[in-house]
């Protein structure tokens, strides 16, 4: 039966239609298959990133695994072999300066002048992005209040500690307040409390701008990102959020009498168990944690001899020990 | 653009030591020489005197200050432009440059400025001295800026080849020892064609020396400044080409 709409609706579901196509191509980084060759190494193979408002995605991977690579394309420091990288709408390719502008870089090792004043620096990194002059005594002063750099602005770059260097490099990367911070290994070589405050920093930055960072510290990922994408050998083996992460959580489980491990299976909320140990399990499932009292519970009841109930591994570095390791082994087997 | 990078660069410059002692010890040497000039012209006063149309105090002071100055300069400009993008790849500064919206030929061309500004410096320097001259007596002005666009020339094709050796590697002083090489190479090269009769023209051609002996006398060809603008327009766009493929390949 055919209805016939009236043209105001037919304009409005139109305009929807529009907004859906607006929101799919306002992604901040939309990089497509991207590969990367260093002459016999295929250091990045089809890896596709993407990246929104109000993203922070943690780039995980063991060391050499392509996350420097993959940060670098997407900076434009270094050209893909192939793919397709749209950075806010532009594409990198065909008009690298427009992208760039969107882009805020802290390589693993800060590009820095030594024998510059923190002000200087920071004053130059603001003309390199095109900044007006009149605009760069506030942004500046603006960027080094975030970092905490206020007291340093005379002192020369050279005679800084090593935090307080990281300190500038991330400040240069924000000066222009692009949409877009990439931050490669931002809290290498900090000490626990200036890591603390650059965590702190990098989610007060997440709120108004997209952010991916890399780092191999699982913890990190797990305060401070809502996205995470492993990579392990040049290739994408995991892009979840965090919520979905912390979904499949797992408990640990010791019993004194040992019960078949189909019971276990049967307990509420666990889809599977293994045992690790004699009288030990690993369970996992969905939102277990919640189920815990209940578990507990049932345990006791059927007399098991319940010793602990605790919650499971850090469940990410599960699953990046599962994903980077068990490939390895397996290639090694072959 | 261009303009920030250059001035980025010179105020680095002068923030390091080695500006300034390249300065000074510039600024002693040519002294020591442009004493020297002169006592040998007072010695040769009484008998240009008798000659008629005998060259005067630009010709037989200023020119080969000029010379020597140029030989100085070649010595040393490797030293300046060593570092210019080098450095930057061994500190990971580049970076900076590369994520930013600046073009490769920014980067590039903000850097050579930099070093030529520097260069033009010196050679100010050194013309001051033949300029305190002009107190007592009477100079060639035209000769004298002769002399001045020839040393410039020199030293726009110094930079622009140093520029792209420093392109070609992270160690600067690699950077320096090929450019040093490189210039010695185009200087002495003519005697290739000098010694027999074949290939002279080109080689002539193709040799720094051929083309700045005449201007740092006075006499400005067009075809030498050709030659000077061909040069520093080569090397240029290979380091542009150089940085760009870099990128590709790394």
């Known amino acids: 039966m055919w209805t016939i709409y009236p043209y105001s609706l037919v304009k409005r579901l139109y305009a929807a239609n529009f907004l859906i196509l607006f929101c799919t191509m306002s992604a901040l980084i939309q990089a497509s298959h991207l590969h990367r060759y260093y002459t016999d190494t295929h250091a990045v193979n089809d890896v596709s990133i993407e990246l929104h408002q109000g993203d922070i995605l943690g780039l995980l991977g063991p060391n050499g695994a392509g996350k420097s690579s993959c940060m670098q394309m997407l900076c434009g420091t270094l050209a893909p072999s192939a793919g397709h990288i749209v950075i806010n709408g532009y594409d990198l390719l065909t008009h690298p300066g427009k992208a760039k502008q969107h882009i805020g870089y802290l390589p693993d090792k800060p590009p820095l002048y030594a024998e510059l004043s923190v002000d200087e620096y920071l004053g130059y990194a603001a003309q390199l992005r095109r900044i007006p002059r009149t605009q760069i005594k506030q942004l500046r002063d603006q960027a080094k209040q975030r970092c905490g750099l206020e007291d340093y602005s005379r ?68 305060a401070v990102c809502n996205r995470v994408q492993i990579i392990n050998r040049g290739q994408s083996v995991y892009n979840e959020s965090m919520q979905q992460l912390l979904q499949n959580s797992q408990l640990k489980l010791r019993l004194q009498h040992a019960p078949d491990i189909n019971q276990l299976e049967k307990l509420p909320g666990i889809e599977s168990a293994t045992e690790i140990d004699r009288g030990y399990y690993i369970l996992s499932g969905k939102d277990t944690h919640q189920h815990a009292a209940d578990i507990s519970a049932s345990c006791v009841a059927q007399g098991w001899g319940l010793l602990e109930l605790s919650p499971g591994e850090n469940s990410l570095e599960q699953i990046f020990l599962q994903l980077t390791t068990s490939e390895q082994t397996s290639e090694n087997a072959a | 653009m261009i303009l920030s990078i250059a001035l980025r660069e010179l105020r680095s410059l002068f923030l390091s030591p080695i500006a300034w002692i390249i300065l000074a010890i510039l600024q002693a040497l040519l002294a020591w020489k442009f004493l020297a000039y002169i006592d040998l012209f007072f010695s040769l006063q009484p008998q240009l005197i008798k000659i008629q149309n005998a060259p005067g105090v630009t010709d037989l002071v200023v020119a080969p200050l000029f010379e020597f100055s140029k030989l100085l300069l070649l010595i040393i400009s490797p ?13 990971g500064s580049l970076q900076l440059l590369l994520s930013s919206p600046v073009s490769m030929s920014e980067i590039v061309l903000g850097k ?19 300029l305190s001259l002009s107190f007592s007596t009477d100079l060639d002005y035209g000769k004298l800026l002769a002399g001045m666009l ?39 090269i003519n005697i ?31 075809s030498d400044i050709a030659y000077f603008i061909l040069f520093c327009l080569g090397f240029i766009l290979l380091s542009i080409r150089q940085l760009d493929s870099q990128r590709l390949q790394s």
Request: with cysteine.
């Open chain 1, 155 to 222: 002192r020369l770059i050279g005679n800084l500690s090593k935090g307080y260097q990281q300190r500038v490099g991330i400040a240069q990367a924000i000066i222009h307040q692009p949409d877009i911070i990439i931050l490669d290994e931002p809290t290498v070589g900090l000490d626990p409390l200036q890591m603390r405050e650059i965590r702190k920093l990098i989610r007060e930055l997440g709120e108004h701008h997209g952010i991916i960072l890399s780092t191999h510290i699982l913890p990190e990922v797990q």
């Open chain 2, 79 to 91: 030293l300046i432009t060593m570092r210019l993008i080098s450095e930057e790849k061994q500190t």
């Open chain 2, 112 to 130: 050579y400025l930099a070093a030529v500004l520097f260069f033009c410096i010196t050679i100010l320097l050194t013309a001051l001295m033949p």
């Open chain 2, 150 to 188: 020839g040393l410039f020339l020199n030293i726009t094709a110094f930079v622009a080849l140093g520029l792209y050796m420093s392109t070609l590697t992270r160690q600067p002083v690699i950077a320096a020892s090929s450019t040093f090489g490189l210039l010695i190479m185009f200087w002495i």
């Open chain 2, 192 to 222: 290739a064609g000098n010694t027999d009769g074949t290939g002279e023209n080109f080689f002539n051609y193709i040799s720094i020396t051929q083309h700045s002996t005449q201007m740092l006398r006075g006499i400005v060809y067009g």
